[in-house]
């Protein structure tokens, strides 16, 4: 990477920092003044009833900040900037209109599953389409994660995967969304792998087993990665415990899209899978509690996604937080140790 595109990277992930500061500032004032607030489902922990009267939207925010910054520094033009963008929002909507439906049934849950399912699926679907028109990736090849000598063509089952992937990950970190700081936290590490691949696939490491459309976007893709985590940490000076307001579900669908898009653009799919653990482990703890449930009659936890179960078990907010932060911290360092040992 060269030091212009490091120079311009940080300038990037500062001047996301700033702007979402001052729209996070904005928008706090405009929640409590407008009292758009959070409704908390009773069935969390008791302890969550504390947090009634916390601004949500949050999302928009740091994704307006985000956006911003990425269009100042990156080229719009370019395919690895403007699909993960439009991306991003796509979910966003989604999320905002369950955020909307939530407010004014005045309910913890907004959209029905099966019509917020539907339209993720219809999100995935153009995203998709975007990909294979705009990337001019071989979309059917998929790459061992740490053996670049090994690949499978997958042919036609790839749309299917690639729906699959875009809708699992915007439901893993939607689900995750649910103690003060948790999405924000554990994010940031698969956001800076997504960072660390783009910027040495820019840098033109041949030796890497990867398509030329990836050399050519990995500089465009490591500014929006830069700006996201700008973005990311002025949210978390908002929603730090005791949070002041929720990203809700525009944030959090934003947040899946980004991480999933950014993992298929770079076709290192199953390498951010391992990267992002605690979110895959928070998204099957919910399946199998249903599974659990549904034809067995039976709880595997206390309560699911994963984070309340171990609030049901006496742990602390925080200490949950920080702990699946070390653990997602962890998870990348060894998802990163394996593509660089075995990509050498």
């Known amino acids: 990477m060269s030091v212009q595109l490091a120079t311009v990277s940080f300038g990037a992930l500062l001047v996301s920092w700033m702007i979402s500061m001052l729209l996070g500032y904005l928008h706090l004032k405009v929640m ?9 489902n009773p069935d969390t922990p008791s302890s969550h009833q504390l947090k009634e009267g916390t601004p949500s939207l949050g999302g928009l925010f740091f994704l307006s900040g985000m956006t911003i910054s990425a269009l100042i520094f990156g080229q719009s033009n370019q395919p690895y900037l403007f699909i993960p963008l439009i991306s991003c929002w796509v979910f966003a909507l989604i999320g905002l209109l369950d955020d909307i439906a939530k407010f004014v049934r005045k309910a913890p849950v907004g959209l029905k599953t099966s019509r917020k399912l539907a339209m993720q699926v219809l999100a995935a679907a153009l995203v998709l389409w975007l990909v294979s028109h705009f990337s001019a990736l071989q979309l059917s090849t998929v790459v061992h994660p740490w053996n670049p000598t090994v690949s499978w063509n997958i042919g036609l089952w790839y749309p299917i995967i690639f729906l699959l992937y875009m809708v699992s990950f915007v439901n893993a970190v939607n689900i995750s969304d649910g103690l003060d700081g948790l999405v924000a936290q554990v994010s940031l590490s698969p956001l800076a792998l997504i960072a660390a691949l783009a910027a040495l696939f820019a840098g033109g490491f041949h030796r890497f087993h990867v398509q030329s459309p990836i050399y ?14 700008g973005g990311m940490l002025a ?42 653990a605690v979110f895959m482990a928070e998204l099957l703890s919910s ?58």
Not at 32 to 40: F, G, L, R, S
Not at 216 to 229: C, P, T
Not at 239 to 248: D, S
Not at 310 to 337: C, N
């Open 32 to 40: 409590k003044h407008a009292k758009v607030y959070q409704p908390i």
């Open 287 to 344: 399946f199998i509690q249903i599974i659990a449930i549904r034809f067995f009659g039976k709880k595997i936890f206390l309560l699911a996604p994963l984070h309340h179960h171990y609030e049901k078990k006496g742990k602390g907010e925080t200490k949950i937080v920080t702990r699946m932060q070390i653990f997602s911290t962890v998870a990348t360092a060894v998802s990163a140790l394996l593509f660089f040992l075995t990509y050498r």
């Open 216 to 229: 050519e976007g990995g500089a465009s893709l490591l500014i929006l990665a830069a700006s996201a985590i």
């Open 235 to 276: 949210f978390l000076w908002y929603n730090c415990p005791k949070a002041q307001l929720f990203m809700g579900d525009t944030g959090s669908h934003a947040v899946g899209a980004l991480i999933g898009v950014s993992a298929l653009l770079l076709k290192v799919e199953l390498t951010i899978v391992v990267a992002c």
